[in-house]
T-cell receptor, first 111, second 111 residues
Framework: GQSLEQPSEVTAVEGAIVQINCTYQ??????LSWYQQHDGGAPTFLSY????GLEETGRFSSFLSRSDSYGYLLLQELQMKDSASYFC????????????FGAGTRLAVHP | DVKVTQSSRYLVKRTGEKVFLECVQD?????MFWYRQDPGLGLRLIYF???????EKGDIPEGYSVSREKKERFSLILESASTNQTSMYLC??????????FGPGTRLTVT
């Protein structure tokens, strides 16, 4: 089957760097996506890795190692507004563009 | 900007009622999805559609049905609502598996 594992909670202080890990099991790999969801809001797309390595988008970076079935989201210069849940996702099997999501990591940023 | 809208933000229904949740997207996306989100369980796929009148079951289709008569509109139907269907329901649309665009969600309470 397909599954993703990520920590349930992470806590950090403003200005710090935090890494949210995601390990996945999937039959056929097409890429790892990351989404952010604030309380009461909709998930919004953050980044996508199809190839090994680091992708940087401003304060956020995402890393993928296909050989280890592992990726992470790196958030730098943390701000209070980064407090949210973060989900990793992989494409589901069966030839359609559906995603399988992890259970999410709740990030709490403190002053 | 892609816009995905859902018919209601909050809905309260009684056990046994038939419930319709509607989703509309304005970006001509082929793929549309319905998820439910419960604390600690992430986003679980109920049904998805890859074209008009085409639908596929997701991971938790029991108790639900869907309809897609027009490309921009995807409806989720609870034939006979039950209390265990109390949840946040999220609709999404996409061209590919790389990025999905989510609506604001409908918080459904079944009493």
């Amino acid at each position: 089957g397909q599954s993703l594992e990520q920590p349930s909670e992470v806590t950090a202080v403003e200005g710090a760097i935090v890494q949210i890990n995601c390990t996945y099991q999937t039959s056929g790999f097409y890429g790892l996506s990351w989404y952010q969801q604030h309380d009461g809001g909709a998930p919004t797309f953050l980044s996508y890795n199809a190839l090994d390595g680091l992708e940087e988008t401003g304060r956020f970076s995402s890393f993928l190692s296909r050989s280890d079935s592992y990726g992470y989201l790196l958030l730098q210069e943390l701000q209070m507004k980064d407090s949210a849940s973060y989900f990793c996702a992989v494409r589901g099997s069966g030839g359609y563009n559906k995603l399988i999501f992890g259970a999410g990591t709740r990030l709490a940023v403190h002053p | 900007d892609v816009k995905v809208t859902q018919s209601s933000r909050y809905l309260v229904k009684r056990t046994g009622e038939k419930v319709f949740l509607e989703c509309v997207q304005d970006m001509d996306h082929e793929n549309m999805f319905w998820y439910r989100q419960d604390p600690g369980l992430g986003l679980r796929l109920i049904y998805f559609s890859y074209d008009v009148k085409m639908k596929e079951k997701g991971d938790i289709p029991e108790g639900y049905s869907v309809s897609r008569e027009k490309k921009e509109r995807f409806s989720l139907i609870l034939e006979s609502a039950s209390t265990n269907q109390t949840s946040m329901y999220l609709c999404a649309s996409s061209f590919t598996s790389r990025e999905q665009y989510f609506g604001p969600g409908t918080r459904l309470t079944v009493t």
